[in-house]
């Protein structure tokens, strides 16, 4: 089943973590993997490295369910791990495709975790297997593997560097080597995040060294936050310190706008902002642009809270929990037939009656892609008894598939790439439907607006302008 084909909302792809220089770096790995779960629910791996030889656990499911057996952390020992929690935009869902992958070479061992998408990776991997290389996953981590491994240089740093050279993509990197250490690598322009952060009381022998998609993994195991990762920058960590490379040169910035939006978790602070509080600006910026008389606000949990914060404090309107999630059911984009996936959003979401009848209500959510979801959820809320119901997105309508590492649909299947906001708002059933503005949303993340924001960010989903070349779809190989 191709995952594109029934999302209803766009889904992150994939968390990478690890840890050098720690007693139990596994077990530390996992705790962070467990923080970034919301980046990817369909499987996790670690890769340990105890100074002679690697060890590895992958498997589908959630951190807890492949992690939660005392045993495995035991069998993956030493002071170096790597961790992935997957979500599959290639590949599938099949234990050949989870990560960390790893390779043994003529050099040794090498594991690599990666978030993200590569624009190339089916042109590159044509052109790996006319030169003999055999693939035995569907991911484009695999392309690294052989990469690394064709390369004329003779040290890993090198064959590293030779082989990121050839990719082009939206991705974050972490690489770990039995000689060379710890390798942490953004995309040239920064589109995924990784930060650094460091364990305190580990600094004897340049131990305690950690890396993430996110800090909100850095404060579940008690690391301090050093910094984000610069885009196209190399760190290389290993016993005699942390060097730091810029094989690309300063190409300038396009982190994922969406991360703040929506994917990251609201505790993380993203390229120095903290995202709760991006979240409750923007909600505070579609009030002064959109506002309209109302009896309460309500967000569509779990990522519109903030905004609705935002949106209740800047309108004087009652913040109200309208809407409740139950967080112990599946995820509904798994389910294959429109009438499961109808009956995954009310096992996911229930009407709180009690704040509904009776009102006119603001909905606050984060997107709109094909607009079932939201359909759904206006019909339950008007069920619930709500007179009028409004909706604000704190996001510019998604007119565009992403390509770099998040599982939008085709664009075909975006609702505001055939619709008008007014049909939209017709399609979904609700007396007023807005997005913030561009302006808004840069204002909100701390930009003199839409000029200087768009020159700072990715925002290719909302406005088409893909700020790395699309190299396979132009050669209309199949991704
Ligand atoms: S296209 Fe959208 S979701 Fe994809 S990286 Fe750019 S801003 Fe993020």
């Known amino acids: 089943m191709n995952l594109n084909e029934t999302s209803n909302r766009p889904y992150e792809e994939c968390g990478v973590f690890g840890v050098w220089g720690v007693p139990d770096a596994a077990a530390l790995t996992a705790l962070g993997l467990h923080a970034l779960q919301h980046r990817g629910q369909e499987a996790a791996g670690i890769v340990s490295y105890d100074g002679e030889r690697f060890h590895q656990h992958k498997g589908l499911g959630l951190v807890g369910e492949v992690f939660g057996d005392s045993r495995v952390i035991a069998s993956l020992p030493g002071p170096v791990a790597i961790g992935h929690n997957r979500y599959a935009t290639t590949g599938g869902t099949h234990v050949r495709n989870v990560q960390p992958l790893y390779a043994d070479y003529e050099f040794g061992g090498l594991s690599v975790a990666h978030n993200g998408n590569l624009t190339n990776s089916a042109t590159l991997k044509q052109a790996l297997v006319k030169r003999g290389c055999i693939f035995q996953s569907m991911t484009d981590t695999e392309v690294f593997i052989h990469l690394i491994a064709i390369s004329l240089y003779s040290n890993v740093l090198d064959r590293f560097l030779d082989a990121v050279k050839q990719v082009k993509g939206a991705y974050s990197l972490i690489t770990l080597t039995p000689n060379d250490g710890l390798i942490g690598m ?147 984009f798994i389910e294959p037939t429109d009438q499961i996936r109808n009956l995954g959003v009310k096992m996911k979401h229930s009407a709180n009656r009690a704040v509904l009848a009776g009102k006119r209500v603001i909905l606050v959510d984060d997107s709109i892609v094909r607009g079932t979801t939201s359909r759904k959820i206006v019909d339950m809320v008007r069920a619930a008894g709500a007179t009028e119901v409004h909706m604000r997105i704190t996001s510019p309508p998604t007119k565009h ?35 913030v503005s561009f302006d808004g949303l840069y204002r909100a993340l701390g930009h003199n607006g839409r000029a200087e924001g768009a020159t700072r960010y990715c925002d290719a989903c909302f406005t088409g302008d893909y700020p790395i070349s699309l190299v396979d779809k132009e050669g209309n190989l199949v991704h």
């Open 186 to 332: 953004r995309d040239p322009l920064g589109v995924r995040p990784l930060v650094l952060g460091r364990l305190p009381g580990h600094e004897v022998g340049n131990g305690g060294w950690v890396l993430s998609s996110e800090t909100c993994a850095l404060d579940i195991i008690g690391a301090e936050y050093v910094r984000d990762i610069e885009p196209g920058e190399v760190v290389v960590i290993d016993e005699t310190g942390i060097r730091s490379l810029h094989p690309f040169g300063d190409q300038g910035a396009r982190f994922c706008v969406f991360e703040h939006i929506y994917f990251a978790r609201p505790d993380s602070v993203l390229e120095h902002v903290p995202v709760y509080e991006a979240r409750k600006k923007i909600g505070a910026e579609l009030a002064l642009e959109s506002g309209v008389e109302a009896d309460v606000v309500v967000p569509v949990p779990d990522s519109g809270v903030p905004s609705a914060v935002g949106y209740a404090a800047q309108s004087n309107i009652p913040f109200e929990l309208g809407i409740i999630r139950n967080h112990y059911v599946g995820r509904t």
């Open 401 to 435: 598939p992403c390509f770099y590492g998040i599982d939008t649909p085709e664009e075909s299947k975006l609702m505001a790439a055939t619709h008008t906001v007014e049909e939209m708002a017709k399609a979904i059933g609700v007396e007023s439907l807005a997005f």
